[in-house]
């Protein structure tokens, strides 16, 4: 992934990434979050109180990375429910397969295959398309599985510390005595809440780096080939950096000098957006309130916090986070107009790829035709897989691609799906009888 490359690979890929937050674009994305944040607050006000990660948080920045990627619309409720069941990132309840079908990165890299392979096919005016047919700054064309890769990982990445970080945020908001008051009374002081609160509990704990020659960290030898966690939560309470940095300071000196978006190569490509993201959600949630507490049934009093944080080495974030909201007096909550959700619903769907001809056969089976799950759920079909292409149906990583045909997959592995290979599998399940 992304954040895992250096030099070249790196460069490459990261100029693919810039290509999404231009000026122009996040301008245009922040007209989504204004009005999506607004229906959210709105909504949860009016009910006088919310949990806030997953009924707003998650839903919230999930519809916005989706927006900015240029998701299909009738997909975009399909994204909401596979984050919404998945663990967290670095997860520590028992081991997570990284290649099982169904862990959400395998699912959202079969709907990210389909999308690049149709965008190449078909390119339209739209991100998809703009991103699946963009050069490297060498002028060479992306293999199709780098494209994967990088949306899964942005869509990933670009969600889930974005929906911890504004209930991080939250928690200060609400137990630091007065603040509340003050944000309400001077919003313009909510970036620098932000930046307090990624110093103080960044969604982003560590990242990792393996010693590529030998060198020092410190007084410690660190020889070549050797694996580096960084902690950047310590980094962000260093006492050699930062004055009492176990305190929260809302007017912190030198403040956006905190290392939780990373530095240097590495910064957070997405860090702009996730500064908006939680900025006008917070500016929503204090516009409509009067005040806003943790419901003490379930976390306990002032000082006393009952507080349930997602078993992850990865990410810092509260696992539920329940609201009680008093409405400012003198607010109309009622709806500002036709739900953001149905609006994106309302587009037309995306028209489908015309399938190849298929070959006439009994089973009705081809490679051009018929969607691999269908083949791996036949016993004939599945042997004449295994016998041109040995190890391929328990291969989990091919699980990604059940929703695609060989021909299409082919795109993405043309040596080891092959025209040769294709046709003599073709001409095998021809001869297949049927079901």
């Excluded at 998809?128 to 990982?153: H, Q, R, W």
């Excluded at 995306?350 to 969607?371: D, L, Q, R």
């Amino acid at each position: 992934m992304l954040v895992n490359l250096d030099d070249n690979p790196h460069l490459q890929l990261r100029s693919l990434v810039n290509r999404l937050f231009t000026p122009s674009r996040l301008k245009a994305n922040e007209e989504f979050i204004q009005a999506f944040s607004d229906e959210l607050v709105r909504e949860a006000v009016a009910n006088g109180s919310v949990e806030l990660v997953r009924t707003i948080a998650t839903p919230f920045v999930t519809l916005v990375i989706a927006d900015l990627l240029g998701i299909p619309a009738e997909d975009r409720q399909k994204f909401m429910d596979i984050i919404q069941d998945a663990p967290p990132p670095g997860n520590l309840d028992g081991e997570l397969d990284l290649n099982a079908e169904d862990h959400p990165f395998m699912i959202m890299g079969g709907y990210f295959a389909q999308y690049v392979a149709d965008r190449r096919a078909n390119p339209r005016e739209d991100i998809l398309s703009e991103l699946a047919n963009a050069l490297y700054p060498d002028g060479t064309l992306p293999d199709e599985m780098a494209i994967v890769k990088l949306g899964m990982f942005m869509f990933g990445a670009g969600q889930d510390t974005s929906a911890k970080l504004l209930g991080n945020a939250m928690r200060y908001i609400v137990d630091q005595p007065g603040l509340q008051d003050k944000l309400r009374a001077d919003p313009k002081l909510i970036p620098a809440l932000i930046e307090e609160v990624l110093r103080l509990e960044g969604s982003t704990k560590q990242t990792a780096r393996l010693a590529r020659r030998d060198t020092k960290i410190g007084d410690i030898p660190v020889p070549a080939g050797t694996k580096i966690m960084l902690s950047i939560a310590a980094a962000n309470r260093d006492p050699a950096r930062w004055e009492d940095p176990q305190a929260f300071k809302l007017d912190r000196p030198k403040i956006r000098e905190h290392v939780a978006f990373g530095r240097s190569a590495h910064t957070c490509a997405g860090a702009p957006l996730a500064r908006v993201e939680v900025r006008v959600i917070l500016e929503k949630l204090l516009k409509y309130t009067s005040d806003i507490d943790l419901d003490a049934e379930i976390h306990g009093p002032r000082g006393a916090r009952k507080l349930n944080f997602e078993p992850s080495f990865i990410i810092r974030g509260l696992a539920e986070l329940h609201l009680k909201l008093t409405p400012a007096a003198g607010i109309d909550l009622s709806p500002s107009g036709s739900s953001v959700i149905q609006k994106s619903a309302a587009v037309s769907p995306s028209p489908e790829v015309p399938a190849a001809p298929v070959s006439a056969s009994a089973s009705g089976y081809s490679t051009a035709g018929t969607k691999l799950a269908v083949l791996l759920g036949n016993p004939g079909a599945k042997a004449v897989l295994d016998q041109h292409f040995p190890g391929i149906t328990s291969d989990k990583r091919i699980g990604m691609a059940k929703s695609m045909t060989l021909r299409a997959i082919q795109k993405f592995a043309p040596g080891q799906f092959t025209n040769e290979a294709l046709d003599a599998v073709d001409r095998d399940l021809a001869v297949l009888p049927a079901d």
